[in-house]
C-alpha cells in the first residue's frame, strides 16, 4: 500500500532533484507490511466499531479490494536514499481517509448511495451483517431514520 500524498511528494522531489534522479524506478509504501487482519482492526479502531469479524476459509471467493503480495513488501530503501522518501505513518494515513470518507459522504449523496450498495451486495453475505453495517453508518451520520432507507436517501 503506499498513500497518494507520500507519492505526490515524491514526484515534487524528482522534478526538483532533476536529471540525476530522472529515468529511475522507485518503489514507495509503508515502511512495513501489514496483514489483513491487522488493516482490518486498525480501520474498526479509528471507526469506534467493536466486535468486527471477517471470515477468512474461502481465500478463492473472497471479496478483494488491492492486489495480493506474495513476496512481502516492496523494498523503498532506494526511494528513502537518494530522495529522501520517509513514509507517512500508517495510523495518520488511516485518520487523513476515514475524514475524507467522512466529508465525501455528506458531500456526495448520490455517490454515497452507490458505494453503499456495492459494499453491501458484496461483502454482506447475510440479513445480520447489512443491517449491522446499515445501523454503523445511520449512527456515524446521526441518521434517525430506518438504516435501510440510507441507501435511498439523500442526507
Known amino acids: ?69 506474495l513476496r512481502g513488501g516492496v523494498d523503498i530503501s532506494k526511494a528513502q536514499q537518494r530522495l529522501g522518501f520517509v513514509p507517512t505513518p500508517w495510523l495518520e494515513v488511516l485518520r487523513s481517509s476515514v475524514e475524507f470518507y467522512d466529508d465525501a459522504m455528506m458531500r456526495f449523496p448520490n455517490e454515497r448511495v452507490d458505494v453503499m450498495n456495492r459494499i453491501t451486495q458484496a461483502l454482506m453475505k447475510s440479513t445480520s451483517h447489512k443491517e449491522q453495517f446499515l445501523d454503523g453508518v445511520a449512527k456515524d451520520l446521526d441518521y434517525t431514520g430506518n438504516a435501510e432507507n440510507l441507501l435511498h436517501t439523500e442526507l
Open 1 to 69: 500500500m503506499v498513500y497518494v500524498k507520500d507519492v505526490a511528494q515524491v514526484i515534487v522531489k524528482i522534478l526538483r532533484y532533476g536529471p540525476a534522479v530522472w529515468n529511475q524506478a522507485y518503489n514507495l509504501g509503508f515502511d512495513r507490511t501489514f496483514s489483513l487482519k491487522e488493516v482490518v482492526e486498525d480501520i474498526a479502531k479509528e471507526l469506534e466499531v467493536e466486535g468486527v469479524e471477517f471470515d477468512t476459509t474461502d481465500p478463492e471467493n473472497a471479496f478483494q479490494m488491492y492486489p495480493s503480495v
